[in-house]
């Protein structure tokens, strides 16, 4: 490409020119073609690691990680830039966030379920079942999943 590219600058011919474009047309599908199996083979070859995935996902796309460093700090006013003041700054907010967030939660003295709405059963009239129904039933219920607000 580089040498009918050359050729078309230093001879200014139509004819150069087309071929020059036609080549560099060609190489950009080349190439467009080589990206896309790269990474789809790349891809599929991650399908067990879901985080190597999404790093390849992420190249493609062009996302890199970037480290932040964090040069200024401002707390109540007062601007932090020594890197030890900075982190004792972060330091003292994160050690601190828990207390300072419970200390604005109002302490009623009424009970939690007393603001969950209560279910309308749909229920009219019970069926007879057998205990293996009942049995069946439990037994495909997912023993990893615990019980919710509502005790099921």
Do not use: C
Not at 47 to 70: D, F, H, M, S, Y
């Amino acid at each position: 490409m580089d040498i009918s590219k050359r050729k078309a600058i230093i001879k200014n011919l139509e004819a150069d020119w087309l071929v020059y474009k036609q080549t560099r047309n060609k190489v950009n599908i080349e190439m467009k073609k080589a990206k896309k199996d790269y990474y789809s083979k790349r891809i599929a070859g991650q399908k067990q690691n879901p985080k190597e995935a999404w790093k390849t996902i992420n190249n493609l796309l062009g996302r890199q990680n970037k480290p932040t460093k964090v040069n200024e700090l401002s707390i109540s006013g007062n601007n932090l830039t020594n890197s030890e003041d900075i982190a004792e700054g972060f330091n003292e907010f994160f050690s601190n966030i828990g207390p300072d967030l419970a200390s604005k939660i109002d302490t009623s003295n009424y009970n939690f379920q007393e603001y969950i709405k209560k279910p309308k059963s749909e229920f009219t009239a019970f069926e007879s079942i057998t205990t293996n129904k009942v049995y069946y039933l439990l037994r495909g219920l997912s023993s990893a999943k615990a019980t919710g607000i509502d005790k099921i």
